[in-house]
């Protein structure tokens, strides 16, 4: 069992950055694929990034290569989520997700497939 708190997120300028965090409960926490997923008002929760129980494997949403960067540190139980250049399509409540199956087997751009989830943390950008 692992529980998810996220933090980071809120208002802030198109073209800023921020750094999201999220801290896991746990001693089990880097035996876990985490993920970052996103929901606008209105819309399906969105796959954006996924990251390794090592770390050494990340992978993304097209949509968001070149300006998310998902990373961890396994010694603090934290996954971070890294964002540059918001825009405004970027509000929406952010939430991260962990999984202790397998990189190799676990379809980690698939929300439904995650077994933990965070309550999310907002942001919001303003043009």
């Known amino acids: 069992q692992v529980q998810l708190v996220e933090s980071g997120g809120g208002l802030v300028q198109a073209g800023g950055s921020l750094r999201l965090s999220c801290a896991a409960s746990?001693?089990?926490?880097?035996?876990?694929?985490m993920g970052w997923f996103r929901q606008a008002p209105g819309k399906e929760r969105e796959f954006l990034a996924a990251i390794s129980a090592n770390g050494a494997r990340t992978g993304y949403a097209d949509s968001v290569k070149g300006r998310f960067a998902i990373s961890r540190d396994n010694a603090k139980n934290t996954v971070y989520l890294q964002i540059v250049s918001l825009k405004p399509e970027d509000t929406a409540v952010y939430y991260c997700a962990a999984d202790p199956s397998s990189w190799y087997t676990l379809p980690w751009r698939t929300l439904s497939e995650y077994d933990y989830w965070g309550q999310g943390t907002q942001v919001t950008v303003s043009s």
């Open positions: 746990g001693r089990t926490f880097s035996s876990y694929v």
